[in-house]
């Protein structure tokens, strides 16, 4: 099975640090500040060329990306708490602003510049993106305690059918359906 257990590992993004990229129109990832490397677990080049969404951690709901998008098409700034997925499953929580990049008049790509969130603004925004995930039918995140045999035997039959953990309970689960 894959290491479920990865995502709870946070990296704080330090407070006089800044991650800054820049994607094209469609969100392909053009350029990334070293911090940015650093903080997400990737180098450089492994995100350069890559979709912006590569970061994007299960938990964020859906309807936040409709809105930032919706927002820097009409060429205004949008501003919002973030949880990313790191390359290694952690995580990280940063306050991005992101906007469009313009030249003679015309958009030409945007740039995202995030900084560092307190403590007490992450667990406020866990719980809300929690509810609106929910709301919208989204992925509920559980976390629950296996006898070893169970865990053992569910990470065989993952590994022998080559598919991932939440796979595997997808396909037990439609076995009792009748």
């Known amino acids: 099975m894959d290491k479920t257990f990865d995502m709870f590992w946070e990296t704080e993004v330090p407070e006089n640090e ?26 450089p080049e492994e995100l ?17 990306f409709k809105e930032l998008w919706e927002t820097i098409r009409q060429g205004k700034t949008w501003k919002g708490y973030v949880k990313n997925l790191r390359k290694d499953r952690g995580y990280y929580w940063v306050y991005a602003e992101i906007s469009g990049v313009y030249k003679d008049g015309q958009l030409i790509e945007y740039k995202s510049m995030r900084s560092p969130v307190s403590r007490e ?53 439609n076995q009792f359906k009748t």
């Open 18 to 43: 800044l991650i800054i990229s820049r994607t094209d129109l469609k969100g392909i990832i053009t350029y990334v500040n070293e911090t940015f490397a650093h903080i997400s677990g990737y180098k």
């Open 48 to 64: 350069i060329g890559k979709p912006h969404n590569i970061i994007r951690h299960p938990d964020m709901p859906k309807s936040v």
């Open 121 to 173: 603004k992450k667990k406020e925004m866990q719980d809300l993106y929690d509810r609106m995930r929910e709301e919208e039918g989204g992925d509920v995140r559980v976390v629950m305690y296996l006898p070893k045999k169970v865990y053992d035997k569910l990470e065989e039959l993952s590994q022998e059918l080559g598919i991932s953990g939440e796979e595997l309970i997808e396909k037990l689960l």
